[in-house]
């Protein structure tokens, strides 16, 4: 197929871009690399530098005839999202109003959106199901629940037929070792315990012990970007077989705590990583983890490299290989 992904210069969109190839669709890449990299694109794409806020510049990129799209541009850090929640509306939503205009203007009706399972909010029972309630603690996680309720009016609608991918913590890098443009001031738990084993910081913050968890640190749901990746041409591969839209829970169904994950760094590193338990950070629950029973039984899918070893040591390369190009 002729796939257009846009934000397919990030972080999780390149692997995504990746995965994709390797099942042989054409691909082009549509991004403003504002947090996208040159690094992350593959000469035998097609790339478009262009913004989701300009629909003119979606609509000369949908004008080029593609079979459907993936949309993963946005900014997705909780906290700022609290902060500035202008630039979410802006960025979030606007643009992709845009984007599924110009979509449906062009005839472009299959779609796979990167949801979060920050949609949920503060969990009302464990593991996860795609039924939980939606109660986000954050803009951010609203503006991933708002385009889910726009997608399903324009499937309504216009017969746009969508899969939402509710991505649990994305972590990991690609195991072959081709992609490894780290994220640019990272604030997620697995690249800052690599900036430390790295050198690139001092040391790192826990944020709080005396959680209800057995060794008091919030336990969470990591999941490999490439198990999110090959979940996406899945999920493509599905609505178009079925004409029918799809959402779904991405994790790995395990929970992993703060000091586990920290540990399991220094055994693999053999590095030290510094790191000192502070206060509680505002809007963590303490634990948080998914059943992908439904992504098992429509996609066939469930998560192949998310084991904390693969996670831990993928990314340490990446991080090695990149310390190593700009010494
Ligand atoms: N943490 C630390 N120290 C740090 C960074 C994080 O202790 O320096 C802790 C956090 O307090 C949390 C855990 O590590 O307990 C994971 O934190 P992240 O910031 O890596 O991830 P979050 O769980 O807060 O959120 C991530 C994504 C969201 C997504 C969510 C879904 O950033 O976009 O997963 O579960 F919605």
Redesign the pocket.
Known sequence: MKVLVIGGAGYIGSHVVKELMAQGHEITVFDNLSSGLLQNLFKENDFIAGDILYKDSLDKAFARGFDAFIHLAAF?A?GESMINPEKYSVNNITGTLNILNSAVEHNCKYMVFSS???VFGEPKYLPIDEDHPKDPENY??YTKLSIEEFMKWYDKIKGLKFAALRY??AAGYDPDGVLYGLEQNP???LP?IMEVACGMRDK????GKDYDTPDGT?I?DYVHVTDLARAHVKALDYIVKNNESLTVNLGSEKGTS?TEMVEAARRITGQPIPADYVER?PG?PAC?YATSKKAAEKLNWKAEYSDIDTLIDSTYKAYQRYNKEHK
């Open positions: 997705k909780a979060s399972a920050a951010y996680g649990f913590n604030a997620n738990l800052i790192m913050k826990i944020f919030c969470r703060v950070r963590d948080l």
